[in-house]
């Protein structure tokens, strides 16, 4: 079995916080899924239209303490392990270490097993988690029941300066987490791993300065952004489509999501620095800022 997939963000809350939002069944129902269950030490579950594979729990908790929670979650016929990991940066600073095993990045671009869904399932979930702890409006959550992915959010920002980050490839690169490259006309190329990454880039196919923008994602559909500006503030309507209905494409619309809980702390938080960290080789903390 291959490395467990690891995911780490800061948190603006002390760890005593952060432990009751992941153990606790009301908070878990804000930030994490429709449906959860919880009775330290001994059940530990969410379900929901939110959660992969949610029609029943599925989950069995392994170990909970102070600082650590793991429990066995299966999933397309595997016993996958979920653990978080809390460590004290500060008394109001919390990095959350999330391990997920049996994690497949091919699946997740194909469609081909519910164990692709799993990065960008936690990816939003942490987002939502912060957003959360820290008191700011949560990001819609995939609804992995749904064939209409459709959902909007509201930026305190104009909409001249949403659209300069959504089409400025040094802006969506920072506010993203991932290099993107972008030709912002019609016709021109959208690249993940930026527009020397060799890999095939998807199309720019519509694009009207400060009001939208679509991305031609081929087999994985079409993406726009919408933009409307309303007394300084600006909301945007995220749309994907002409995808095959019967396989949508949740992985990657997922991970835009949480994409899109980032845009809106870029815009909206003085000093803004990502909630994502990295770990170097000594399994210590640094900033991806």
């Keep these: 079995m291959s490395e467990p997939m690891m995911l780490r963000a800061r948190v603006q809350a002390p760890v005593k916080e952060v432990r009751h939002a992941l153990t606790d069944a009301e908070a878990l129902r804000v930030w994490l899924a429709e449906h959860a269950e919880v009775e330290l030490p001994h059940i530990y579950r969410f379900w929901g239209r939110h959660t992969p594979e949610g029609d029943v729990p599925r989950q069995r908790l392994l170990h909970v303490d102070d600082h650590t929670l793991r429990f066995a979650w299966p999933l397309g016929g595997e016993e996958t392990i979920t653990e978080f990991r809390l460590t004290e940066e500060s008394a109001e600073s919390t990095f959350v270490t999330l391990s997920q095993t049996h994690f497949s990045f091919r699946d997740g671009m194909t469609g081909g097993s519910v164990l692709g869904l799993l990065q960008t399932f936690w990816s939003l979930a942490l987002a939502n988690l912060v957003d959360h702890l820290e008191g700011r409006e949560l990001t819609p959550k995939c609804d992995y029941t749904a064939t209409d992915l459709r959902e909007e959010i509201v930026i305190a920002a104009s ?39 060799g890999s095939e880039p998807a199309k720019i196919v519509d694009l009207a300065p400060g009001r939208s923008l679509s991305v031609d994602w081929g087999p994985l559909g079409v993406t726009t952004w919408e933009l409307e500006e309303s007394e300084g503030k600006t909301r945007l309507t995220f749309v994907q489509s002409g995808f095959d209905s019967g396989h949508p494409p949740y992985a990657p619309w997922s991970g835009w999501l949480s994409g899109l809980a980032e845009l809106r702390r870029f815009h909206e938080l003085a000093g803004w620095r990502p909630i994502w960290l990295d770990m170097d080789a000594s399994d210590g903390v640094t900033t991806t800022a």
């Design 159 to 197: 909409a001249e300066a949403v659209f300069d980050s959504l089409t400025d490839s040094e802006k969506v690169t920072q506010w993203f987490g991932f290099p993107v490259g972008i030709e912002p006309y019609v016709g021109g190329r959208y690249a993940m791993g930026g527009l020397d990454a």
